[in-house]
Nanobody, 122 residues
């Protein structure tokens, strides 16, 4: 069973920075896609950033965070990160990490972290 544990959320003033971490544990063989989503009150969950592996590695960002956020990963630690700079009040949301992970018993399935609150004050 795969578990994703997030850390790094909190309260920050507008213009500040935070870094979120997502650590994967359990028995698995490959992480295909590393992602971060967010959900603000009253809104649907949206993709913030992702790294898609394969023959080429592709980085995808929501238009609203391009140039401010950066997703990265550390394969040795099975951990990925979301560096958030120049934070705005509209970035306030619960942030969820998501991993498309392959295991022998399940094949490739989506796994979610528990969510971490990010609050940006104006």
């Amino acid at each position: 069973q795969v578990q994703l544990v997030e850390s790094g959320g909190g309260l920050v003033q507008a213009g500040g920075s935070l870094r979120l971490s997502c650590a994967a544990s359990g028995t698995f063989f490959k992480i295909n896609i590393y992602s971060w989503y967010r959900q603000a009150p009253g809104k649907i969950r949206e993709l913030v950033a992702s790294i898609r592996t394969g023959s080429n590695t592709n980085y995808v960002y929501a238009d609203s965070v391009k140039g401010r956020f950066a997703i990265s990963r550390d394969d040795a630690k099975n951990t990925w990160y979301l560096q958030m700079n120049e934070l705005k009040p509209e970035d306030t949301a619960v942030y969820y990490c998501n991993g498309n992970i392959w295991t022998p018993s399940t094949g490739s399935i989506e796994n979610w972290g528990q969510g971490t609150q990010v609050t940006v004050s104006s």
